[in-house]
């Protein structure tokens, strides 16, 4: 079993241009998640869904989509890129939302976004 | 505003234990969590503490006391490979997990 599946796991991009991060999952979790995380800063949440079709935003959404037309996938999606984006990018999910299920994630691998 | 505390670094020998402090103010608590990362990794899950007391799993053991707003996380027997940040997390009224900084472990040999 996959579990989680991001891509890119890497990527340079330039600012002001637009890029998706892609996030999949086997597990049919109903909660997924877009965390960043920063030197000194851990885990900070961007966007959550709860379940297919609803999304949420999380503590740092500014600057960030997402959307979840289904249960598998969870893309995220800069608009217009800035260096302030710089950053480790981690999906995760977990099976429930609003239950002690909610704090045991299953993350991805990250995908690591450099923004020059 | 919600907090967790734990310390940014600590060093420990192989073989011996370590304890690693978690504070937290949060509004409202349902279960604080211990992840484990390795550099470079995703975090991984190790432990979930809703009642006081301590729960243990193997070599590695954590504790809650809710009126105090403390948790630790023990590690016995140490070894290299436990060399890693461990996270801290609450999960608030809301069930919104608010996550430490994390504390990074070094292991000398």
């Known amino acids: 079993t996959a579990g989680i599946t991001q891509a890119p796991t890497s990527q340079i991009l330039a600012a002001g241009r637009s890029m998706t991060l892609r996030c999949t999952q086997d597990?049919?979790?109903?909660?997924m998640y877009w965390y960043r995380q920063d030197l000194g800063l851990g885990l900070r949440l961007i966007h959550y869904?709860?379940?297919?079709?609803?999304?949420g935003k999380g503590e740092v959404p500014d600057g960030y989509s997402v959307s979840r037309a289904n249960t598998d996938d969870f893309p995220l999606t800069l608009a217009s890129a800035v260096p302030s984006q710089t950053s480790v990018y981690f999906c995760?999910?977990?099976?429930?939302?609003?239950?002690?299920?909610?704090?045991?994630?299953?993350f991805g691998e990250g995908s690591r976004l450099t923004v020059l | 505003g919600q907090n967790i505390d734990q310390p940014t670094e600590m060093t420990a020998t192989e073989g011996a234990i370590v304890q690693i402090n978690c504070t937290y103010q949060?509004?409202?608590?349902?279960?604080l969590f211990w992840y484990q990362q390795h550099a470079g990794e995703a975090p991984t899950f190790l432990s979930y503490?809703?009642l006081d007391g301590l729960e243990e799993k193997g070599r590695f053991s954590s504790f809650l006391s809710r009126s105090k707003g403390y948790s630790y996380l023990l590690l016995k027997e140490l070894q290299m490979k436990d060399s890693a940040s461990y996270l801290c997390?609450?999960?608030?009224?809301?069930?919104?997990?608010?996550w430490g900084a994390g504390t990074k472990l070094i292991i000398k040999p």
């Open positions: 995760a999910s977990s099976r429930t939302s609003g239950g002690p299920n909610t704090g045991e994630l299953f």
């Open positions: 597990m049919r979790h109903n909660a």
């Open positions: 869904s709860n379940t297919a079709g609803t999304t």
């Open positions: 949060t509004s409202g608590f349902n279960g």
């Open positions: 503490n809703v």
């Open positions: 997390a609450v999960l608030d009224s809301n069930y919104q997990l608010i």
